[in-house]
């Protein structure tokens, strides 16, 4: 089946956004909060088509959040401000299965779905240096996320109306670098594990060529194993005692509420 010309959109949007790192025990170590700004392009087919309905998006952001941290290692922690810089791009492909039969209201076509989709994300993490009273400049670092994942959920369309959407996320694997080359070592390669999150939305459709979108979306990594860390020769880093210098990125998880509105052509 294809994806005709009427049902292709483009939408601008923004969302508000949290990032949440918690130690062993669960005490919060990070946490960036702030808006971020997208752009988005897709396509669908509309109910009635079939019994399987296939749409994608593939949506662009970045913005500048706030940053809310502290340091690490030897001796008491200490507060830590300052921004980070995100960039991303996503795409999903999606296949609704038609669940039940439709029935009519005012005219109207309405039918649950199970939805399934598969998608990948990928984003810059960019933590900028920050000042700390008694202790200078502390350097930032980039990290890149990449992770491939599935969705199941719920679909529920009124055609040319309104369409509800909940379900559970699933990352296939997350893959996580981080730039450590400008502080003098190689950059270590990551694997937070993956667990479950939720996500949901509403889609109104307000005239034939305006929509607006409302959601929510999320991502859950429990902690990373530790990795050694090795300088910009390949030597393993060592503290005072002479043990490997180990790294890892704690717990996290990401929330996100946003708002779109579509121009559909």
Excluded at 100 to 105: A, N
Aim: proline share 5%.
């Amino acid at each position: 089946m294809s994806i005709n010309a009427a049902d292709w959109h483009m939408s601008l949007g923004g969302e508000y956004f949290t990032w949440h790192e918690n130690e062993v025990g669960g005490r919060e170590v990070v946490e960036e909060t702030g808006p971020r700004f997208f752009i988005e392009i897709g396509g669908r087919e509309e109910p009635g088509s079939g019994d399987i309905l296939t749409s994608f998006i593939t949506r662009f952001y970045g913005a500048k959040v706030l940053y809310d941290g502290e340091t690490t290692g030897a001796g008491a922690p200490v507060p830590v401000f300052s921004d980070s810089i995100y960039a991303g791009w996503a795409t999903e492909l999606k296949f609704d299965v038609l669940l039940t039969d439709s029935f009519h209201v005012k005219g109207e076509q309405s039918d649950w779905y199970l939805s399934t989709a598969i998608g990948y994300e990928e984003w810059l993490r960019d933590i900028k240096d920050a000042h700390v009273p008694g202790m200078g400049t502390i350097s930032g670092y980039p990290e890149v996320y990449q992770v491939p994942y599935v969705k199941l959920g719920l679909n529920y369309y009124v055609i040319k109306s309104t369409n509800f959407n909940l379900g559970i996320k699933y990352p296939l694997v997350v893959n996580e670098e981080v730039g450590l080359t400008s502080q003098g070592f190689t950059n270590p390669i990551l694997s937070p594990e993956p667990q479950p999150s939720l996500y949901a939305s509403v889609i109104f459709r307000l005239s034939k060529s305006i929509g607006l979108h409302f959601f929510y979306d999320s991502y859950y990594f429990k902690a990373s194993p530790q990795e050694i860390l090795y300088d910009a020769n390949g030597t393993m880093v060592t503290d005072s005692s002479g043990d490997a210098v180990r790294v890892y990125q704690p717990e996290s998880h990401q929330d996100s509420v946003g708002v779109l509105v579509s121009i559909h052509f």
